[in-house]
């Protein structure tokens, strides 16, 4: 009974993982990350669990680095953003990648090095290994959103975005207008040892080198 309740529960998390980017599984079912979905620009994490002993082994720091806000003046106002938009572990499990849409970064982790398995008992948040900060793509910049990215595409450039809609809203407000506008359509894929490639709904958006 209990194999099988682990069976369905992992897949489960499986579908789970397949349709919510911002959740990862390794392919060994050893291992689950799920990041922040929507968070305070300086507080946003990732936690790393241990599936086979469901205990959370590291907390990943995906905080805005110093002088993010400054590049975002345009949302500088709201407390909340979207911090996770999509994850992905690397095919042997001991590395993991994170894409940002509010700052267009994407965040690699080596969780296999020496000094990081000293650190699996302390759940102070770690810093990435490495932080890509990706070239606006057309349409897109490092404040745009899904709503004014639409309204470019549809030509109604009367639509406002979700920074212009975040005015004079209090953060429950706030909160439900970033659900409501949340991108689920981003992928992240290991394409080689140190290359990952991030698409959006199915397009490519780059190739990047860790």
């Given at each position: 009974m209990r194999k099988t309740c682990f069976q369905s529960s992992m897949s489960a998390l499986k579908e789970v993982a397949r349709a919510f980017p911002m959740v990862a599984l390794n392919d060994t079912w050893t291992k689950l990350a799920v990041g922040d979905v929507i968070g305070e620009?300086?507080?946003a994490s990732i936690r790393v669990y241990d599936m086979q002993s469901?205990?959370?082994?590291?907390?990943?720091?995906?905080?805005?680095?110093p002088g993010l806000p400054n590049l975002l003046a345009a949302s500088s106002e709201?407390?909340?953003?979207t911090a996770i938009s999509a994850l992905n572990f690397s095919p042997d499990g001991e590395e993991l990648v994170a894409f940002s849409e509010h700052g267009l970064m994407i965040r690699w982790w080596s969780l296999g090095s020496v000094w990081w398995e000293k650190l699996s008992r302390n759940l102070v948040p770690v810093q990435c290994t490495k932080l890509i900060f990706i070239p606006p793509w057309e349409g897109f910049s490092p404040n745009s959103t899904r709503s004014s990215i639409m309204a470019s595409i549809m030509g109604h450039d009367g639509q406002a975005n979700i920074?212009?809609?975040?005015?004079?809203?209090?953060?429950?407000d706030n909160l439900k207008l970033l659900i409501h506008n949340l991108e689920l359509s981003y992928r992240l894929e290991w394409?080689?040892?140190?290359?990952v490639h991030l698409t959006r709904h199915g397009h490519e958006l780059g190739t990047f080198q860790l």
């Open positions: 620009k300086n507080n469901i205990i959370k082994i590291k907390i990943l720091d995906a905080s805005g680095p709201m407390k909340l953003v920074q212009e809609n975040a005015k004079g809203l209090s953060q429950a394409v080689g040892e140190r290359k």
